[in-house]
């Protein structure tokens, strides 16, 4: 500095002094795309939105997932080299396994929609267009928020216990890719006829009770599908779940609290619970589970809240009650 009494640099020092500094401060990116994911980008659009990133000084690598769990592996090595952002190209499962690599540490997330609902982006009003969204990420702001935990496996949006769970294996993914969301709900039409609840031992923060069990969401968000906010009071950085139990199940009920469902008055239901928790444990055996919409095995399993666990990229001036503001 010339206060120091240095003189000013010049020429070739000053080139590679101003090469430094903006090494130092460029954000660096890795975009990682699942190209067999719906609505995955081609490369003319996801080449669009990558010239958006690097007109902004952004250093962008991308990396193509080859395998289930690729993604994971790709974001936490990203995260061990100190990449500032991971901009998944995939669906709610692409995303799920890259939080399971950069949760904890300082590598923020970001989206570009693909996948079959790609629930978080709709909830963070992310836009359809890469290129539009591209630049809802690079001019957008970081907010910390939770994820969950199911016996150590991250989920960023819900756990789903019995029901839909009991539904996820049976999806195939060319009907997701036919329909998209709607495959779940053509395959839970069905399920209507043939699930059953079950009494299982619960506990909520470390609360014990023996419930029937027909469907249990354990959430973080609100959405569920991309198709209505069952959660609908969740807030994904206040440390607790949303905890919604159905205890019944069978054609009637279903109909009926569908109904509640979408008029957002199913804490009425005599047959649904909904209660906040930082914790829920099922020790009953067998009890079909899903995460972010993807089958994780069966109970016993334990969820907890890990507390802003996760920086996330959402756009500028983004209200919403999931993140503590208001529509």
């Known amino acids: ?93 692409t995303i799920n396994e890259a939080i399971n690599g950069i949760a904890g540490t300082a590598t923020a997330l970001a989206v570009l929609r693909g996948g079959t609902a790609n629930v978080w982006a709709g909830e963070i009003h992310m836009d359809r267009d890469p290129v539009k969204a591209m630049r809802q990420i690079t001019l957008g702001e970081r907010r910390r928020i939770d994820v969950g935990r199911a016996d150590g496996r991250c989920f960023l949006l819900m756990a789903g216990i019995g029901f839909d769970a009991d539904i996820v294996p049976g999806v195939s993914r060319r009907l997701k890719r036919l329909i998209g969301p709607f495959a779940y709900v053509a395959a839970g039409v069905i399920s209507v006829f043939r699930a059953k609840d079950r009494t299982a031992r619960v506990r909520i923060d470390g609360a014990a009770s023996e419930i029937p069990v027909y469907w249990m969401l354990v959430s973080n968000t609100r959405s569920y599908g991309g198709i209505t906010d069952i959660m609908f009071r969740a807030e994904a950085d206040d440390g607790l779940f949303d905890v919604g139990v159905m205890h019944r199940g069978g054609p009637r009920r279903m109909m009926l609290d569908g109904i509640r469902v979408l008029r957002k008055r199913h804490e009425r239901s005599q047959n649904i619970d909904y209660v906040k928790a930082r914790s829920v444990a099922i020790e009953t055996p067998g009890l079909p589970v899903q995460l972010d919409g993807e089958f994780w095995g069966t109970t016993p399993m334990r969820f907890e809240v890990w507390p802003q666990a996760v920086t996330a990229i959402v756009p500028a001036g983004l209200r919403t009650p999931l993140l503590g503001g208001s529509e």
Do not use: K
């Open 1 to 93: 500095p010339r206060g120091a009494g240095f003189p000013p640099a010049t020429g070739a020092v000053a080139a590679a002094a101003g090469s430094a500094y903006h090494a130092r401060n460029m954000t660096t990116c890795l975009v990682i795309r699942n190209p067999a994911s719906r609505r995955s980008l081609d490369e003319r659009r996801l080449n669009a939105a990558l010239d958006i990133a690097r007109s902004a000084g952004w250093d962008v690598t991308v990396a193509t997932t080859a395998q289930e769990n690729h993604a994971t592996e790709l974001a936490r090595d990203a995260a061990a080299r100190g990449v500032d952002v991971i901009i998944v190209n995939g669906g709610d499962g």
